[in-house]
């Protein structure tokens, strides 16, 4: 069995954005789903706030626009979400999540992002046994519908406590992460591992001493080829 722990994102790392992540998909969904008669208003927001959070502008504040433009959503709307991004997981990819599960590694997701979203869409893939913890944020839903969220991780470095709280040791740790938010945690493992589907991931980190996979099973060869 493998001592080590990999630590995932899940948006653009686990999940391809491919252009959109979980959370810019379910407010267009919001935007173009007739049954949810959504406001002029919070049309124009969704569509700043889209392309906003996809430049990296927005933060932490991101969150403050996404919830107050889904509240009241029928949950009804994540799993027609879910079923959208499960899609995006190729089998293939799946099929390594399964066997680095099956090897030992301890697999941890910390997110930004919506635990509501990242649950439906691991189970629709037939991946929610291979993931042992997962900590993100959580709406808060009453009569089946949105009326609030409970926020654990807003910022980069909230992935760090998390980490602390489980007492995790870096020198077992495999990060691996694709954006701003994942930065402080690729600093701190013994392992970083950059998604980099694109190659821009590459240049912009050049300075960096990162591991840079195009694809989930490159995670895989490259942990064999370390024999870690």
């Not at 499960?86 to 090897?103: G, P």
Request: with cysteine; aromatic share 10%.
């Amino acid at each position: 069995m493998k001592n080590y722990s990999i630590i995932w994102d899940f948006d653009g790392t686990i999940l391809p954005c491919d252009p959109y992540d979980s959370e810019q998909t379910l407010l267009l969904y919001k935007l173009n789903a007739p049954q949810e008669k959504t406001s002029i208003i919070k049309r124009i927001v969704a569509k700043a706030v889209i392309y906003a959070d996809k430049k990296e502008w927005l933060a932490g504040s991101f969150k403050k626009y996404y919830l107050w433009i889904l509240k009241g959503t029928h949950i009804e709307a994540l799993d027609r979400v879910a079923e959208i991004l499960a899609k995006k997981i190729s089998s293939t990819d799946c099929q390594t999540f399964r066997r680095l599960y099956e090897q030992g590694y301890h697999m941890i997701v910390l997110s930004c992002g919506t635990l509501d979203m990242i649950e439906r869409t691991l189970k629709l893939a037939d991946l929610q046994g291979c993931f042992n913890i997962i900590e993100t944020n959580r709406f808060n839903i009453i009569n089946n519908r949105i009326t609030g969220m409970e926020f654990y991780m807003l910022t980069p470095e909230d992935k760090l406590e998390v980490i602390n709280c489980l007492e995790i040791s870096a020198e077992h740790a495999i990060a691996v992460g694709d954006g701003y938010t994942d930065l402080p945690l690729l600093e701190w493992a013994s392992i970083p591992v950059m998604m980099d589907r694109t190659g821009k991931k590459k240049q912009k980190h050049s300075g960096k001493d990162y591991f840079f996979i195009s694809s989930i099973p490159e995670l895989a060869e490259l942990l064999a080829t370390h024999d870690l």
